[in-house]
Nanobody, 114 residues
């Protein structure tokens, strides 16, 4: 495995919740700050949230109060709990280190629609 692998996306109604998971590539050794990113159709990829090794967090304004990023240092994984989802949250979500490495995965599609 040479890239990040994301899972947990799907179709959800507005106001619903999803939990995304991330497995890092085996080629990256050590523990590092991690981030979740997203890319909507026709838009550039953007940072959603990141978390430091010590657990410090940052959230983009458009997800504050709705999304929660967490991590398991023992497994070097990151999670993104997404609540109160809106149609504008529809995008492909990616995890990566923060700042991001070259090991982008395929992402997981999140679609928020009624």
């Amino acid at each position: 495995q040479v890239q990040f692998v994301e899972s947990g996306g799907g179709l959800v109604q507005p106001g619903g919740s999803l939990r995304l998971s991330c497995v890092p590539p085996r080629t990256i050794i050590g523990i590092y700050d991690m981030g979740w990113y997203r890319q909507a159709p026709g838009k550039q990829r953007e940072l959603v949230a990141h978390i430091t090794i010590g657990g410090g967090t940052y959230y983009a304004d458009f997800v504050k109060g709705r999304f929660t990023i967490s991590r398991d240092n023992a497994k070097n994984t990151a999670l993104l709990q997404m609540n109160s989802l809106k149609p504008e949250d529809t995008a492909v979500y990616y995890c990566n280190s923060y700042p991001p490495s070259d090991y982008w995965g395929q992402g997981t599609q999140v679609t928020v629609s009624s």
